[in-house]
């Protein structure tokens, strides 16, 4: 039972979606007791049995957690943060500051990383279920960072700026190679248009995107 667990874990980790079958009314002469589980794969490979005759069983699909990667702690990361975790977001906050990366400013964080910002993307697992806001305090920054995670699996990318930045950022990046199809998929100016002006305000414009990219809006 605790490697189907175990197997589930990592799956799941690994950004897959897996379903868990549990026995609940075994009938008849089945060989399998009430609670016996089985787990199947995207590919159609199973892990333990449930027995054939005729049972009741119920299904369950689990997924990864959706995680928002938030890369910049100052105060639109810390806001970003808030209303992420409020969304059941799993926030994950990065930052190169120990004086901005801590559980006082992010309560309701997850996870904190501090330490190079590049180096730290370089070894993180980002899944499909992975949402990356850019909120960095410079437009170099941003392009390191961008530069690390524009080839990755995420779900979402979006970096903050004006247009006239994020333009001279894409730039830099097409003068390294990167295909116009790459950058398209890039939401920057990052948020829904919505006039915001505070860092609570582009919280809710990014928050706002990132639920419309969720559900197939954006």
């Known amino acids: 039972m605790r490697q189907l667990y175990e197997a589930a874990l990592e799956a799941t980790r690994n950004g897959e979606t897996v379903a868990l079958a549990t026995i609940v009314r075994a009938q008849g002469s089945t060989p399998r007791a009430t609670g016996s589980k089985m787990l199947v794969f995207r590919d159609g490979t199973i892990k333990g049995t449930i ?18 990667l938030i890369v910049g702690a100052g105060h639109v990361g810390q806001a970003v943060a808030e209303l992420g975790a409020f969304h059941g977001m799993d926030c994950i906050v990065l930052d190169h500051r120990p004086e901005f990366a801590n559980q006082q400013r992010f309560p309701r964080a997850a996870r904190i990383l ?3 910002i590049v180096q730290s993307l370089r070894q993180y697992p ?6 990356i806001t850019i909120v960095t305090r410079g437009h170099v920054q941003d392009t390191e960072t961008l530069g690390v995670v524009i080839h990755s699996p995420a779900a979402y990318i979006g970096m903050i700026g004006s247009r006239r930045k994020t333009g001279r950022v894409f730039e830099v990046m097409r003068a390294q190679g990167v295909e116009q199809a790459v ?19 582009i919280a809710v414009s990014i ?8 559900r197939g809006k954006a």
């Open 126 to 131: 980002v899944t499909r279920q992975t949402y």
């Open 114 to 116: 501090v330490g190079d």
């Open 207 to 214: 928050v706002g995107q990132i639920i419309a990219v969720m």
């Open 183 to 201: 950058l398209d998929r890039i939401h920057a100016p990052i948020g829904l248009e919505i006039g915001a002006e505070t860092p609570e305000e």
């Open 51 to 68: 027995g054939g005759g005729e049972n009741d069983v119920f299904i369950d699909v689990l997924g990864p957690a959706r995680e928002l």
